[in-house]
């Protein structure tokens, strides 16, 4: 059996608050766990003490049982100096331009470029005369 440390969704529409809990890995996100560790309100302020709650003892009896934390749960554990936080994955830039955009960009800067000093040619031999 593959156990997992994650979060169910309580709450209502629009305001949730997460249990943590140790569950099979294969069972719903919301439905049967083993065992209740904490609970997570993300609608409350950072600072506030009652944001995050973690029975740190459990959470670590259960890591020794072979359950896996959740790349959620790892990030709460890692800020409580129970395990090492992840090593932060690339991001992919999806919105960033394409060979022939970028290309078209570098001519057009180019071009600019080649203005500004035109521009300023002009105006320095007036000065001199």
């Given at each position: ?66 359950a ?33 955009a ?10 600019a ?10 105006a320095?031999s007036?000065?001199?005369?």
């Amino acid at each position: 059996m593959a156990l997992r440390l994650r979060l169910a969704r309580g709450g209502t529409k629009r305001r949730p608050h997460y249990s943590i809990v140790v569950a099979d890995s294969r069972s719903p996100r919301d439905g049967r766990f083993i065992e209740k560790i904490g609970f997570y309100n993300p609608i409350l302020p950072r600072e506030h003490k009652d944001r995050l709650s973690i029975d740190v003892d459990k959470a670590k009896s259960w890591m020794a049982k072979g359950a896996q934390p959740s790349d959620r749960v790892h990030g709460f554990l890692a800020s409580a100096g129970v395990v090492e936080p992840l090593a932060r994955r690339e991001q992919p830039i999806k919105s960033a331009p394409k060979k022939k955009a970028q290309e078209r960009l570098a001519a057009d800067a180019a071009k600019a470029a080649e203005a500004a000093a035109a521009a300023v040619a002009p105006a320095e031999s007036g000065v001199d005369a």
